[in-house]
């Protein structure tokens, strides 16, 4: 029987959480919350700020949903208050038809975790690297139940890097079946829970009522599959799992960090599964994506008491946080927390701030130019004199110098200018180049992915 000692039940979930997050991460954002009491199912936790609140509600669900499903919680809701105004009542404390499902799934799975609740398809922001991921996922909610098209989207398999956006299509897809039809049976899961599950289910010598329950569903969302590499039990109990699902025309949706062919471990009649359906990637966004990725994240209603945040900021926030689309919203979430704690608006002299505060770098210090025409002349294996002065309109040439003009202006925000001089060009040259080279990556996925990775690696 689980504890009604809100105390116990903290502590299980703080233990998980430390075993995930870096030691300053927890030290700043979960030492401080303490538990005040359980109802009803949810524990009630109080923080310290309302910043501290936003951190954690928009920056760690993943974490807490593992933390969860780690210690046996997985039913557990969480309500974090502000240090000072109080709890809701008891009568307020009630689990949310995810939670609990409704009707006829009122015994099914859990659907996904509440902590999600902002995995939405409508607050995905679609950019080049992103667009046959959510082609592919609105097609899952749009067919579902239809008759069978020439494309096959089951299994759906979206894989990219961390903080991309994988586990937010998922959880939307599974948001947007449950809207049009709520007595789906819809399940969410990853891959580490699933073994968990599954070793107290080898200890107590019966799996088969766990295979089962998983078996049932109309929808299974399993997240993370490129952890199995080393699971071989799980790997086979997920196999059955997954070809029954498939058999009867049930909806699967995978994530991985990579694409099946490349998922080290992993038994080939698995990733012959994986395969089956439609694969899609999930690239790092672009400068513009970027920007319109936190301007649609300030109309979260989270967002709504927070000052007006300049144009300023927001740029630089886009040319700092270029890794992941979990960077860009931790970097503009940090900025809002610490002018919180000043007592001012955010500005550009504060993003510096926190900008220096979370890497250690000058905020100031830009890559030098030559580094990003000179690693441009490599990626395209031509000569880094070729590149700077030769005149030739011969793809061999044009397109790396293109590329090179596009990031010295995306990574180092080069004057048009001062490219122009480095290229012997005049500047509205430069600007066409620029033009040029983001119109393709509109259009062109695998230029974009080129575009990107070089992007990555020289940042």
């Known amino acids: 029987m689980r504890s009604a000692d809100p105390a116990a039940l903290w502590d299980t979930i703080r233990l998980g959480l430390s075993k995930q997050l870096p030691e300053a991460s927890f030290k700043e954002w979960i030492a401080p919350c303490e538990p005040q009491r359980v109802d009803n199912g949810t524990l009630w936790i109080r923080v310290?700020?309302?910043?501290?609140?936003?951190?954690?509600?928009?920056?760690?669900?993943?974490?807490?949903?593992?933390?969860?499903a780690q210690g046996g919680l997985a039913d557990l809701?969480?309500?974090?208050?502000?240090?000072?105004?109080?709890?809701?009542?008891?009568?307020?404390?009630?689990?949310?038809?995810?939670?609990t499902g409704n009707g006829a799934a009122e015994a099914a799975p859990i659907s996904f975790p509440h902590l999600f609740n902002r995995y939405t398809l409508d607050r995905f922001v679609v950019g080049p690297g992103s667009q046959l991921a959510f082609a592919a996922a609105k097609a899952v909610v749009d067919n579902y139940g239809k008759a069978?098209?020439?494309?096959s989207l089951n299994p759906l398999f979206l894989y990219g890097g961390a903080g991309l956006g994988k586990t937010h299509l998922m959880v939307g897809i599974g948001k947007g079946l449950l809207a049009r039809n709520p007595k789906l049976r819809v399940a969410y899961l990853k891959v580490d829970n699933?073994?968990?599950e599954l070793t107290v289910a080898i200890k107590a010598k019966n799996t088969e009522p766990m295979r089962k329950k998983y078996q049932q569903n109309d929808v299974l969302l399993l997240d993370d599959v490129q952890t199995l590499g080393k699971m071989e039990r799980t790997q086979e109990e997920i196999f059955y799992i997954l070809e029954y699902l498939l058999q009867h025309g049930k909806q699967i949706v995978l994530t991985s960090d990579k694409p099946p062919q490349r998922l080290e471990g992993c038994h080939e009649r698995l990733i012959t599964r994986f395969k089956w359906g439609?694969?899609?990637?999930?690239q790092p966004p672009d400068f513009e994506t970027r920007i319109a990725i936190l301007k649609k994240k300030l109309e979260d209603a989270d967002f709504k008491n927070v000052p007006p945040i300049p144009d300023d900021v927001l740029t630089f926030i886009a040319h700092k946080a270029k890794g992941s689309v979990r960077d860009l919203e931790g970097f503009l979430t940090r900025i809002i927390f610490q002018a919180s704690l000043i007592g001012i608006p955010p500005t550009l002299e504060l993003a510096h701030a926190a900008f220096q505060g979370q890497s250690g770098e000058e905020p100031t210090a830009a890559i030098p130019p030559d580094r990003i025409y000179r690693m441009t002349a490599e990626t395209f294996n031509v000569s880094l004199v070729d590149l700077m002065k030769k005149r030739s309109r011969q793809q061999a040439i044009l397109l790396p110098r293109q590329v090179a003009m596009y990031l010295a202006r995306e990574i180092a925000s080069t004057p048009f200018t001062d490219i122009?001089?480095?290229?012997?060009?005049?500047?509205s040259t430069v600007m066409n180049a620029i033009?040029?080279?983001?119109?393709?990556m509109k259009r062109d996925s695998e230029f974009h992915r080129m575009v990107q990775a070089l992007l990555n690696s020289i940042h």
């Open 148 to 151: 069978a098209t020439p494309l």
């Open 48 to 68: 310290p700020s309302a910043a501290a609140k936003l951190w954690i509600e928009q920056q760690l669900p993943e974490e807490f949903n593992d933390a969860l």
């Open 194 to 196: 699933f073994f968990n």
């Open 77 to 99: 809701r969480l309500v974090f208050h502000v240090d000072g105004t109080p709890a809701a009542p008891k009568s307020a404390a009630r689990k949310s038809p995810a939670a």
């Open 420 to 427: 122009g001089r480095a290229f012997n060009m005049h500047h």
């Open 435 to 440: 033009d040029s080279v983001r119109e393709r």
């Open 278 to 282: 439609l694969t899609a990637d999930i």
